[in-house]
């Protein structure tokens, strides 16, 4: 499945159908995959495909990489996860559909973090995403390479996000506000969350604009709060539960909990899956006359 | 030669004497599945089971965010409050040589024209406990920058572990002599014989050569080079490797408050944010991510050892192990080797 | 009235709960004009920033209310199909259903925070709706877990 | 720094019964940039706003706070006040301490009030720090107007135009204009025909100079805003050409093939080439292509061979125009509710149960019976005519939720043209409640039951049905509380006016909204009925929903009233409140594009020097944006705001709290 990889971009470069071809590699020591940018055809060789490759390229298709555009056409090499966020960046016009040429890998599931590798892929290291993955075979792609995945997905969706969340959900409002003033109390403003995320593609975010600052940008306990309760907002209704925010995150702040709490929000009051649609408008821009709730007086 | 052992066991006893003296005691402790530097008040907390903390001592030197002053806004105009600063004596316990060495690097950097006072406060009254790496990982390049797990550069006392899993306590400075004897009741004057534990140490990477990276730094022509692009593209620029480096540096200053009384902040920057050299006009000098990651590579093998013969790189890897795109730094210093 | 008038406190003591409530131009803001035109009593506690519809209200005003040190944020504009837009308020209720969930799941006490759809005509409406959220507000006391937030950054 | 003034108002004792308003004045004099203050009887009168002006002048200000009365009430006259001493109005703010704070809260001894009056200052004046002077927009005006549909609403909209001076394009999509009143026989209460009082209009509109019609027509997309307008128009093929066509009419005469005439409603048939009845403006034929064995096989052509001046001609295709207009009067009218949903009435089954439209038909002189009552199954003259109203009207379930108000009055209008042109014969109707408000409407339902005899029975039919040549209508009479049934020779169904088909792809188009019954919304029912939320288009007639003639004649007028005056400048103001997009910031991720209630926010692109899209970005059309702010809260990276209501002004004024 590899060579496959490596094959279809060597043609696709040597044809000239794309000039540049953002996949997986190696590090130095083979140890761990790193993101590729491959603009030879000898070159690609490099790529990898692996249940370590778990970064989300499509970051790297939107506008914040200009230098990357530069290189010309690109070719991505995505999992069907990585896809859902393609199909944001398409139906939020940040990427035509026909200015990339998507090789879609069928998966079986990454780890969570890659120090987890202990050469073996086994469910407790796979991350929520993947128990309830119903893009194995992915269903955006000009080519899909590997043999097509008979998983399916559980009913009810299932994994320590969810069993948190519930648990959450379950406690006190104080008791909540408590732990996640704890968790949000360690961020330290680096923003990997917010640059790994291919869907906070604004090229000057709301935390940047000074006039007027409406995210402090101290790392304090308050700061901190506005931060993440801002950028869970901005990407309700858009975010695909790719968790690589929690996994860029140095502090181990357990964002899919927040991800995943408003996906399910979105899911029940708007009917709304974010990531299957190229074409669909996100759906916190539109509305509907019936949409339902009960707390408004 | 030793000056003291410690038991481990009597870890407990040191900590209390330190906080019982009114100092503060930092140690790495479990935090959300991390090691940590954390303020702590048993050696229970204190975890032994790390390579390096999550987060550099320098936390307690130049905190992440600081306030510097306060202002209100009357009739009279604005009055500002300078914050007077009285820091606490601090122990930082179970430092790892690489990142105690970046102590000189982060004072020459707060000194070379006007002193901040922030900075050096807390140095002044922060005593340096450095225990030898008996473990380590791929990302641990000391050996590749000049420095070992022998190091003794910035580290007030050092600890080796010896097989029996105690320590042998050797001062390095005066001020780790004074410790030593200040808290004396928590020392042995003599070990139980036993062996010191083999040291970690990181195999040194061979196509590295520093002075080939500062002396091809120092030729402009390589601001040109597309071998930054190459190989920085996938820097995603968030501040992650500047936040845990122990030289990184830079701040910001900012007012938060109302509209009629607040703060005066010193907060963390990063060299990797996108709004870093950002002209008012617009413009942006270092207008691509790749432009800044060279900026800081420049920070850390040109700038540092140039303008304040100071090094910029300890070693630690920390930048490597959180970086999201597992941009390897060594692997530039390979290539800039060139 | 009389019912509308029994809570109204007469200081303007600073235990007082803090309201800010940000209210649409055309429904809201006009009803409560209505309740001042009637010469209803309710109670002092709200201060009303003005918008012209609650499409503009960005859920950071109300993080930033917090912020400011209220105690308790009120939203309100046009009922559903009454927007002087037209759709601002759905746009407006889509967003709150969102943010309301977000704010309960990071266990913001739902006493403190009130949405509420009154039309120009609602005077009544109004005043018991500051009486009731003066009231549960002022029960819950200072909102001291949200202003203690910036105190404690690391030294 | 800035220089501001601020002016608190006792408004008699109306604020200074509760608010000390010279401790209020006082204190706000200490806030940084705060250089003038003061308290007065009366900030509105002649010489509080003089104050006001000569403080701004002596003072220098550059910003002035009146905290006063609802901004409701009296922002208009400080801001006129303001810039009458030089100072941009919007630099002008209004703090509400009467209706919010004074009237409010009765504390007599003025603490309460004179507290929230400082803090409700306070918050305006750190808002009005951040106010940036702005300008009025000015719009240049197009001074043609546009009517959809040729229906009495629009035909009288469009006179009323063109009688005021200005041109109008009359876009019809039928071949001849007139609607549905052109198909009605006598109209209530008066019993005028309908055709006498309809055909000099349609002619005046015809002959009027400022007046284009363009019938057959249809609109098929509308771009622009209030005053600047461009509209495509489909002009269908009429396969003659309008011009020299002289309405001579031999070519319908000699035209061998006949289909169901659509205006006729099934009960007469056509010829291939027609005009839709005998007045048709304008009087010239249409080829029906679908059925012209010409243009389908290339047979026949016999209209061509007949045609004396040469005007017909078989390739003839679709024209495409653009017009720019000012302002579009929207008066598409309605249709009547399919009755195939009522099997129960029998309609579509039965051949003797028709709807009240080819009743019309029926009592019309130029009708198919030439205005005898003849049933369509074997055109015999009915004995008994049973009339059942609210057929599908108030009817939830099955139809519609609302009473499409005209079918009382038609109905007794329908009894009474029977009751004159057939003696004897009875007329029965089933009824739920007469419903007659109108000026000399009660009086006429009156005239229908006591002198024409027509027998009104309280109730529900519950089935129809054939026997012997009969229609059998069974009903509850809930007045004797029995049931009831009558052998009828015809049944006629007063089904519900709804919208037509289409109405809501042409409100998408012109960016109008509508009901869930597709009627289109007024900008407010009672206040602004003939206007939209969309400035510059306007509605009459039924399009809103069920109404009589005369309203809608109404409608038509007063919706050409407001194009008239939209015309009377070159150039209309408007308040300057709209929205603006930071060019350097947005991401062109088009969400305020689709957020946007009026399609204010258009798709835009920097080009560089060789024309290459350089960035694609939002930018605000200024005519159409009503400034409500939706995309300021949807755009993530703040890249949009708005003027009057910016981030920076509201954070100032949350930050002051």
Redesign the interface.
Known sequence: MENAVREKAKGLLTSGEVKVVIGWGWNRNGTRTTPVFITRPEDAGRLVWNPLCVNNLSVYLTRKFKDIQALGRPAIVAKGCDIKNIAVLVSEAQVKREDVYIIGVTCDGVVYRQELWKGELTPNIMPTKCHNCDVRNPHIADCVIGDRSGFVPPEAPAGMVFDRIKALDAKESAQRWEFWIKEFSRCVKCYACRQVCSLCYCERCITEKNMPQWIETSAHPRGNLSWNLTRAMHLAGRCTFCGECERACPVNIPLNLVNQKLITVVKDAFDYRSGYDASAHPPMIVFSPEDKENFIK | MADKFLKRENLGRLIDSVRNGGARFVAPAI????AVYRAISGADEVTWDYILP?NSFK?YLF?????VAEYS???G??EIRGRELSP?DTVVFGSRPCEAASLASLRSVFTWDSVDEFYTAREDKTTVVTVACTNGD?ACFCTTVGLSPESVAGSDVMLRETADGDFSVTAITGRGRGFLSAHSAAFEDSGSGSAQKPLFVPEKIEGVDISRIKERLARKEHYDDPVW?GLT??C?????C???CPTCHCF?I?D?G???EGER?K??D?CQ???FTLHAS?HNPRD???KRWRNRFMCKFNFYPNKFNSRGCVGCGRCIR?C?????I??VM?EMSR | MGEHTEHTQTTGNSSEPRIMAFVCNWCTYAGADLAGTSRMEYRPNVRVIKLPCTGRIDPLFIIKAFENGADGVLVSGCHPGDCHYTTGNYHARRRWIAFKNLMEFVGIDMRRLHFSWVSASEAIKWVDLINNVTEEVGKLGPFMEYKGLGAQAVE | MPRIGVFVCQCGNNIAATVDTKKVAEEMGRLPGVVYTCDYKFMCSSPGQEMLKQAIKENNLDGVIVSACSPHMHEKTFRKASEAAGLNPYRCEITNIREQCSWVHHDRTKAVGTVKSMDLTRMTIQRLKKNRPLDKIRIPVRKRALVIGGGIAGIQAALDIAEGGREVILVEKEPSIGGNMARLSETFPTMDCSQCILTPKMVEAELNENIKLYTYSEVEKVDGYIGNFTVRIRRKSKYVDEERCTGCGECIEKCPFKVESRFELGLAKRKVIYTPFPQSVPNVPVIDAPNCPKIQKDRCGVCALVCGPKCIDFKMEDRIETVEVGAIVVATGYQLMPNARFGEYGYGRIKDVINGMQFERLASSSGPTGGEIRRPSDGKVPDSVVFIQCVGSRDEKKGVSYCSKVCCMYTAKHTMLYHHKVHGGKAYVFYMDIRCAGKRYEEFVRRAIEHDGAMYLRGRVSRVYERDGKVIVQGADTLSASQVEIEADMVVLATAIVSRDGADTLAQRLGIGYDRHRFYNEYHPKLKPVETVTAGIYLAGTCIGPMDIPESVAQGSAAASKVLALFSADEMSREPITALVNKATCNACWDCVTACPYSAIEKDAVKNRQGEIVRRLARVNDGVCQGCGVCVAACRSKSIDLKGYTDEQVFAAINAF
């Not at chain 2, 999201?324 to 390897?328: A, G, Q, T």
């Open positions: 935090d959300a599945r991390q999550r936390d905190p992440q965010t600081e306030v806004i009357g009739e105009g604005v606490k791929e692009a593209r996938k995603i620029g968030c501040g992650a500047t936040f845990v910001d900012i938060e109302t509209a009629f902040r907060n963390w990063a944010f996108d709004s617009g691509a991510q790749f959180v999201p795109v597992r941009l390897d060594t692997e390979e």
